[in-house]
C-alpha cells in the first residue's frame, strides 16, 4: 500500500522577500509628454514583450470588460499655524459629515483638543480659514485626527489646498500636477493619491477600446496616504492594512454579470481596483470601507488581469501583484523592467498582467 507524501507547508512570507535594488534615478519625477507614450511592459507570458500603452487596445479582446477607480484626487494637503505660531500641516485623510475631516497632521507639538488652528495664511497674516482641532480617529488612541472647518472642506481645499504628491516625488506641487496627478474620467472627490495605473488613459486610448469591443465599467475607492505606509514587521501576516472607503454602482454590477455569463475576461485598471472587486466578492458588500491584504496564496474570485504601474520595494502592492501574477513571475518582469530603464511609480509607466493559475 502506498500513501501520497504530506503537503509541503505554506511559505512564510517576510517583507525582505518583497524587496529589490532600485536606481533612483529610475523614480519618475514627472508624467510622460502624453499619456499613452507612457511605456507597457505585457508581462502576461515569460519572456515580457516591451511595448507603448497606446498599443493596449490590441491586446485585449472583444467582450473583455475593463473596470476603472473613477477617484477623484483633492488638493489635500494644507499648510497652517497654531495659535502660538508654530507651523503644521495638515494632509486630510476623508472627509465626515457636518463639516469634518479626518487628517494627519505633522507638527512639531500636538495641539490639545478644543485649539483652533490658523489655516492657508495670506500675505496680510490672515487666515484664509480655521480648523478646530477635535480630538483623534477612529478613537482616543487613533493615529488621525479630528477637526471641523470653518466652511465646506471640499471647498476650502479647493480654494486652498495643494495636490497631494507622493512622498518620492521631491517637487512641491505645479499646474502640471494639478492636471496630470488626476485621471481624465476622475468624478468623485475624495482620494489623497491618485489611482496611477489610469494614469495613463486618454481619449484616443478610449475611442481606441471602445472601437475593439472591449467594454468599461467604474468603482469607486478614494485612496488614503496609507498605501504608501510602510510595512513595517517582519512577518507579513502581522501587518495591518489601512481602511479605505469604496463603492460598486449597480450598472458595474451588471456589467460583471454579462461579462461573466457570455465568457468575457474581467480586467482591472489597478490595485485599487483589484482590492474593490475581491473585497466585494468576499464581503457582498457594495459600499463600505475594506482594508483587504493581498498576498501570496490569495485566491482570486473576480478578476482576471489587471493594469498596473511598478511598486514600492517592500510595499503591500508589491505583495498583491506577486499574489496575482505569482512571485517568481513578478520578481522577473522588476529585473526586467529595471535593467530596461523603465521609469517607476506614480509618474512612471505601466505594466499588462494576467492572473496565474499556478503556485505562488
Do not use: C
Not at 74 to 95: D, H, N, S, W
Not at 176 to 202: C, M, S, W
Not at 206 to 212: K, V
Not at 313 to 335: N, Q
Amino acid at each position: 500500500m502506498t500513501t501520497s507524501p504530506p503537503p509541503a507547508p505554506a511559505r512564510t512570507w517576510t517583507t525582505g522577500d518583497f524587496d529589490f535594488p532600485l536606481p533612483p534615478e529610475l523614480i519618475a519625477q514627472h508624467p510622460a509628454p502624453e499619456r499613452s507614450a507612457s511605456r507597457l511592459l505585457d508581462g502576461r507570458t515569460w519572456p515580457p514583450v516591451d511595448r507603448v500603452f497606446r498599443e493596449l487596445p490590441g491586446l485585449l479582446e472583444p467582450g473583455d470588460l475593463l473596470v476603472f477607480n473613477d477617484t477623484q484626487v483633492i488638493k489635500a494637503r494644507l499648510f497652517g499655524e497654531k495659535p502660538t505660531g508654530g507651523r503644521l500641516e495638515l494632509l486630510v485623510e476623508r472627509v465626515l459629515a457636518d463639516g469634518e475631516v479626518v487628517a494627519h497632521m505633522k507638527v512639531s507639538k500636538k495641539p490639545t483638543p478644543g485649539t483652533v488652528l490658523r489655516m492657508a495664511i495670506g500675505a496680510d497674516g490672515q487666515p484664509g480659514f480655521t480648523a478646530t482641532l477635535l480630538g483623534r480617529w477612529p478613537d482616543v488612541d487613533g493615529p488621525l485626527f479630528r477637526l471641523r472647518f470653518s466652511d465646506d472642506p471640499y471647498t476650502l481645499m479647493a480654494r486652498h489646498g495643494h495636490v497631494p504628491l507622493p512622498p518620492y516625488i521631491e517637487h512641491a506641487d505645479t499646474a502640471e500636477d494639478e492636471r496630470r496627478y488626476q485621471t481624465i474620467f476622475a468624478k468623485n472627490p475624495g482620494a489623497v493619491a491618485a489611482p496611477t495605473a489610469a494614469l495613463h488613459f486618454d481619449e484616443s486610448v478610449l475611442a481606441a477600446l471602445d472601437a475593439r469591443g472591449v467594454q468599461r465599467a467604474s468603482v469607486t475607492l478614494h485612496v488614503g496616504a496609507g498605501t504608501f505606509q510602510p510595512v513595517k514587521v517582519d512577518d507579513i501576516r502581522q501587518h495591518r492594512m489601512h481602511s479605505e472607503w469604496y463603492r460598486i454602482p449597480p450598472e458595474t454590477l451588471a456589467a460583471l454579470e454579462r461579462t461573466r455569463r457570455a465568457g468575457g475576461r474581467v480586467l482591472a485598471v489597478g490595485t485599487t481596483t483589484v482590492r474593490t472587486l475581491e473585497s466585494w466578492a468576499r464581503t457582498g458588500a457594495t459600499e463600505g470601507d475594506t482594508d483587504i491584504f493581498i498576498t501570496p496564496g490569495f485566491d482570486f474570485r473576480v478578476v482576471d488581469g489587471m493594469i498596473t504601474n511598478f511598486h514600492l520595494p517592500r510595499s503591500t502592492l508589491m505583495m498583491l501583484v506577486s499574489a496575482f501574477a505569482g512571485y517568481d513571475h513578478i520578481m522577473a518582469l522588476y529585473r526586467h523592467a529595471i535593467a530596461q530603464r523603465y521609469r517607476f511609480f506614480s509618474y512612471g509607466d505601466a505594466m499588462l498582467l494576467q492572473r496565474s493559475t499556478g503556485s505562488p
